[in-house]
């Protein structure tokens, strides 16, 4: 998440607090009385009732139809940005949205008390997601890191190899390098390719086994790093089946 979306979202919250409390000076107790009529006739929409139930029954998909579907009929209704908040809240799902609708709560309603119980969650929303942020991103470098000493110790290798008169075979079998390990003598049962920029799944099926359609096979065999097809990236060190 970018961290200029983050710091505006916080800078809604505390300024939607604000607000709040400015609000409540100036129009008195009588407002919250008000909130509170206008929020019963809107509990009673049949959408909102009927998302309610789905809810008490454990149905979130329905709930989340029903919801969804009146926010686009009624984009102005404060109570089912509030309930569509809460329920993307409290399955810790898409914390964004669940943002987004807390806001649009404030913002359509200005004076309602619980404001302030919202601003200190959207506060928390917004910091979580910065930190879930924080974690890819050191994830990725460590992944990078590993990746840079794999390369580091196959160079290693290789020397070590050309020192004693052996080849890096002989040493420790195929290592991951800048490109495919091609064997010398009978091939081994594993190898490994490092991958470069530009390179996709069928192109490296392609170099390696002279027939794209070999991808699937790559992807079988590198399913604990690969999410999908396309999810690869250069410096991965890939499993090339035999």
Known sequence: MDDRLIRGLLWRARFG???????MLLMGGGCRRDVATLEQAERQHPDLAAAREAL?????EEAERRLTALLRRAPEMPLAHLQYARLLDEAGERPLMAIYHYLRYQELRPEAEKNEVIARRVRQLAGEVGGARNLRTRLEEAEARIAALEAEKA???????????????????????????????SPPLVRYYRVQPGDTLLRIAERLYGD?????RI??????????????RAGQVLVIPP
């Open 17 to 23: 607090g604000c607000l709040l409390v400015g609000a």
């Open 56 to 60: 008490s029954r454990g149905d979130r």
């Open 219 to 232: 992807f079988e065999a590198n399913r604990s790093q690969l999410k999908n097809m396309d999810a690869i």
């Open 155 to 185: 160079q290693l290798m290789e020397t070590l190899a050309k020192i004693q008169g052996r080849s890096l075979e002989t040493l420790a079998g195929p290592s991951p390098s800048a490109g495919p390990v091609l064997p010398r003598g």
């Open 212 to 216: 794209s359609g070999q991808a699937s």
